[in-house]
């Protein structure tokens, strides 16, 4: 089998890998369909991150379970699934408490797509092992396109995170999103879809914007800040100078949600976020508990992540695609079916 491989900027390569077999009866082999990018592939990619390669790369993919070892129930050899990029087992303290992000069960960071845990391998490989599938695969429900769902692994779920429960909390909350890329889109259409009585989407990109004018936001090209002007901040660039402007919009007691990925240093405007009494959330998503909820939303009809699908591409294009610049490439193999835009 072939494994998509990060070797250098801007450089990826198919290297060889021992077949995979099931090796215990918690694991399951699947062979990702419809593989995407994550906002920090890109960066990744362009030299940014702060792991030395090669590492296998892709922690976003709807996969066809190939193989299951002989305890699993949830899925059999055939089913379309959601893999989480997180490693997680389902049983330990932190997996129940919903933190499977943490899990003690495997090293800490435990993730595909990046060596921070050990080397899980990634999802653009022709098969991958998923060590607890009972507690990691997610069915795709009937009805749902894998190419428009590919990021439910990470970006679309997490999308759902960043927006959904503050809604939830707050109805018709005033949301703002400063983002670089996918995640920033989905929160518009998710924030619209659930409620948002104000959604005002900053980023420099015109194609971007135009996207985000379609989820009924309105958009600029950088920000000044509103003081007091939203009760969510919602910031999706990896740049810290943008976190800060963020925060300085939020009103007294308002929540900002940071998708992180600062690879480099900055400074936040601690003395105003003291003095509005504003929380910040920055973190690894557990995305595991929410990718079925987020996927309830999809099915719904009420959202249309497809829209943020700027390519579709065939799997063996990967090393001279992958590296070039765009927005949510997904990379399809003859198994799926899609109706997103070519």
Not at 134 to 149: E, F, I, K, T
Request: proline share 8%.
């Amino acid at each position: 089998m072939r494994e998509l491989t990060y070797v250098a900027r801007n450089t990826v390569e198919w290297r060889e890998a021992p077949d995979l077999t099931v090796r215990s009866g918690q694991e399951a082999i699947v062979a990702p369909v419809a593989a995407t990018s994550c906002d920090v592939d890109a960066m990744i990619l362009a030299g940014q991150g702060f792991i030395d390669p090669p590492f296998a790369l892709g922690h976003e993919c709807v996969a066809r379970v190939v193989d299951v070892g002989g305890t699993v129930r949830s899925v059999v050899p055939g089913d379309l699934v959601v893999v989480p990029w997180s490693i997680n087992c389902g049983t330990c303290d932190h997996c129940r408490a919903g933190l499977t992000a943490h899990c003690t069960a495997v090293p800490h960071m435990a993730m595909y797509g990046a060596p921070l845990g050990g080397s899980w391998g990634g999802l653009f490989s022709d098969l991958v092992r998923v060590p607890y599938a009972d507690a990691m695969l997610v069915p795709l429900p009937d009805g749902l396109d894998p190419v428009a769902m590919a990021s439910a692994s990470d970006n679309w779920s997490l999308a759902w995170r960043l927006v959904a429960p503050h809604l939830k909390n707050k109805p018709g909350a005033r949301v703002l999103v400063v983002a670089r890329g996918s995640i920033g889109l989905y929160v518009c259409d998710i924030a619209r879809a659930l409620g948002a009585s104000d959604v005002l989407y900053v980023d420099p990109d015109p194609e971007h914007r135009e996207i985000a004018r379609g989820y009924g936001a309105a958009t600029a090209e950088t920000l000044e800040p509103i003081p007091h002007g939203f009760d969510l901040a919602v910031e999706a660039t990896g740049r810290v100078d943008q976190l800060a402007l963020a925060l300085k919009c939020l009103v007294p007691e308002g929540f900002c949600e940071s998708a992180g990925n600062h690879f480099r240093p900055g400074e936040l405007p601690l003395l105003d976020m003291y003095l509005t009494g504003v929380t910040m959330r920055i973190a690894r998503d557990n995305v595991r508990g929410h990718i079925p909820d987020a996927l309830d939303l999809a099915l719904s009809g009420k959202v249309d992540p497809a829209r943020v699908v700027s390519h579709v591409i065939d799997w063996e294009d990967l090393p001279e695609a992958l590296p070039e610049r765009r927005l949510k490439p997904v990379f399809v193999r003859a198994d799926t079916t899609s109706h997103a835009p070519g």
